[in-house]
């Protein structure tokens, strides 16, 4: 079967750095997404990765492991309007993304 | 740019009873697709959309029906509801053209099922 597995939930400090991890088990495998979901609100596009390696956008980096099946995305200078949840997502084989549960990220002042 | 709009934003239903979702877009987008969210799940995709007049099933189609008339619109049916159906459902579109394809969201639809 396919999987996505996402910590349920981080707390961090704001000013600080939290990086939220995303390993992968899919049947093939055609980019990784990263949406953001602020509580009862639609995901929003974050990033995308299809080469291993880093992807920086702002406050905001992707990173991409095809041989290890992981991801992370990390967040730098963390502001309380960073608080809402992280989606992880694949691409796979039939180009349909596999969604992962999210992370909820909470930030404390 | 209004973006992906969807109706209604919430919704009760009694078990048996059917109701219409509708999503539409103004982006010009050929891919739509509707999925549903639950606690400690990841979206699930219920159907989607290849363009107008197409549509093929996703993870989760049973007790469901689309349909796609026109480009910029896409209808979730549920014919008979069932508590199970109780979620927040949400459409999305996308160009299906380029490697990264982005998918846009639409609000929600916030359904219980009684």
């Known amino acids: 079967g396919q999987n996505i597995d996402q910590p349920t939930e981080m707390t961090a400090t704001e000013g600080a750095i939290v990086q939220i991890n995303c390993t992968y088990q899919?049947?093939?495998?055609?980019?990784l997404f990263w949406y953001q979901q602020h509580a009862g609100e639609a995901p929003t596009f974050l990033s995308y990765n299809v080469l291993d390696g880093l992807e920086e956008k702002g406050r905001f980096s992707s990173f991409l492991s095809r041989s290890k099946g992981y991801s992370y995305l990390l967040l730098k200078e963390l502001q309380m309007k960073d608080s809402a949840s992280y989606l992880c997502a694949v691409k796979d084989s039939n180009y349909q993304l596999i969604w992962g549960a999210g992370t909820k990220l909470i930030i404390k002042p | 740019n209004a973006g992906v709009t969807q109706t209604p934003k919430f919704r009760v239903l009694k078990t048996g009873q059917s109701m219409t979702l509708l999503c539409a877009q103004d982006?010009?987008?050929?891919?739509m697709y509707w999925y549903r969210q639950d606690p400690g799940m990841g979206l699930r995709l219920i159907h989607y959309s290849v363009g107008e007049g197409t549509t093929a099933k996703g993870e989760v189609p049973d007790g469901y029906n689309v349909s796609r008339l026109k480009k910029q619109n896409f209808l979730l049916g549920l014919e008979s509801a069932a508590p199970s159906q109780t979620s927040v459902y949400f459409c999305?579109?996308?160009?299906?053209?380029?490697?990264?394809?982005?998918?846009?969201f639409g609000p929600g639809t916030r359904l219980t099922v009684l």
């Open positions: 982006m010009n987008h050929e891919y």
């Open positions: 899919t049947s093939g495998f055609n980019g």
């Open positions: 999305a579109s996308s160009s299906g053209q380029g490697e990264v394809d982005e998918q846009f």
